[in-house]
């Protein structure tokens, strides 16, 4: 019996700061991000998670290192073993918050444009 579940999943557009709960970067306004409701352990909160992180988890396979009964948090990111030269990429950019070092963004992690 899993004790994680996600009662409401949205991506709204960011009107004020957030911080993405898996890499701790400030979601910016005007940004679209992903929300989701869950209860965990009895308990109900709020995830909020950046489009570069849904993407880094989504294409490297990341919820092969999470617990089914308990979701994928931040801990679960930080063992991530990449299998190969794209994941490794985006783990040192996830390990940045994203960013460059003059504060701009990297553009959102996808396979088919780092074979281009």
Same mark, same amino acid.
């Given at each position: 019996m899993s004790d994680f579940v996600t009662l409401s999943e *949205?991506?709204?557009?960011?009107? %004020?700061?957030? *911080? =993405?709960?898996? =890499?701790? #970067? *400030? %979601?910016?306004?005007?940004? *679209?991000y992903r929300r989701t409701g869950q209860i965990f352990d009895g308990r109900k909160y709020t995830w909020k998670s950046c489009q570069h992180c849904n993407a880094f988890v989504s294409t490297c396979n990341l919820w092969e290192w999470a617990d089914p009964d308990f979701g994928m948090g931040r801990d679960d990111i930080e063992y +991530?073993?990449? @299998?190969? %030269? +794209?994941?490794?990429? =985006?783990?040192?950019? &996830?390990?940045? @918050? &994203?960013? #460059?070092k003059d504060g701009t963004l990297y553009p959102i992690p996808s396979r088919e444009a780092a074979a281009a």
């Open positions: *949205t991506r709204p557009r960011a009107r %004020i700061e957030h *911080t =993405c709960d898996w =890499c701790h #970067r *400030t %979601i910016d306004p005007g940004e *679209t +991530f073993e990449p @299998q190969d %030269i +794209f994941s490794a990429r =985006c783990y040192v950019m &996830w390990r940045k @918050q &994203w960013r #460059r």
